[in-house]
């Protein structure tokens, strides 16, 4: 099983600054990655695919890269609305499908 | 998309439930639909996925042999059935739609259901 680790486990930015989380593969899971959001009370939201593409409707400030192991998504100028918790998921070697702990970006 | 699961509720360790997902606004024959859990202030667990057509499964070794997911796609409809439930079972369950079309594979997940609440307590 692949285990994924997020860091930090809480980031807490400013609204207008960016947010670097970090998501690391026990192993190579090429870019078969995913990130998704999810606000207190509500279902996630997939946010990047294949490691840096943006899902549908997803604004530009979301960016994902990386490959291999170690993954990042990046929010450009945070607005209110991104204060929120980050999940990452590989799907390169399953079953099982394997998420991060997550990470919460929460209000400076 | 919508995705609305039901069936849930309290049990005792050891008992059985089955929860169910009523799918509408795509075509749920050609997709391909996962369970994915959530303990109460905890992360995400995937748990099991189902070809579109029902005719493959896989699922996590946490509930491989007590759970068992199936789909009717004349009801639109996805299934959880749950049985030897542990206290350790206790969270929110719910069901996801894959995210390519026609896909045998699991890969990720494009829409979500809000849940149903599973407690397993004595």
């Known amino acids: 099983e692949i285990v994924m680790t997020q860091s930090p486990a809480t980031l807490s930015v400013s609204p207008g600054d960016s947010a670097t989380l970090s998501c690391r593969a026990s192993?190579?899971?090429?870019?078969?990655l995913a990130w998704y959001q999810q606000k207190p009370n509500q279902a996630p939201r997939l946010l990047i695919y294949d490691a840096s593409t943006r899902a549908t409707d997803i604004p530009a400030r979301f960016s994902g890269s990386g490959s291999g192991t170690d993954f990042t998504l990046t929010i450009s100028s945070l607005q209110s609305e991104d204060f929120a918790v980050y999940y990452c998921?590989?799907?390169?070697?399953?079953?099982?499908?394997?998420f991060g702990g997550g990470t919460k970006v929460e209000m400076k | 998309v919508q995705l609305v699961e039901s069936g849930g509720g309290v049990v005792q360790p050891g008992e059985s439930l089955r929860l169910s997902c009523a799918a509408s606004g795509f075509t749920f024959s050609k997709y391909g639909m996962h369970w994915v859990r959530q303990a109460p202030g905890k992360g995400l667990e995937w748990l099991a996925f189902?070809?579109?057509?029902?005719?493959?499964?896989y699922s996590a070794d946490s509930v491989k042999g007590r759970f068992t997911v199936s789909r009717d796609n004349s009801k639109n409809t996805l299934y959880l059935q749950m049985n030897s439930l542990r206290v350790d079972d206790t969270a929110i369950y719910s069901c996801a739609k894959e995210h390519f079309y026609g896909s045998g594979s699991p890969y990720f997940f494009d829409s979500w259901g809000q849940g149903t609440l599973v407690t397993v307590s004595s």
């Open positions: 192993q190579s899971v090429s870019s078969s």
């Open positions: 189902i070809r579109y057509d029902g005719g493959i499964e």
């Open positions: 998921q590989q799907y390169h070697n399953w079953p099982p499908l394997t």
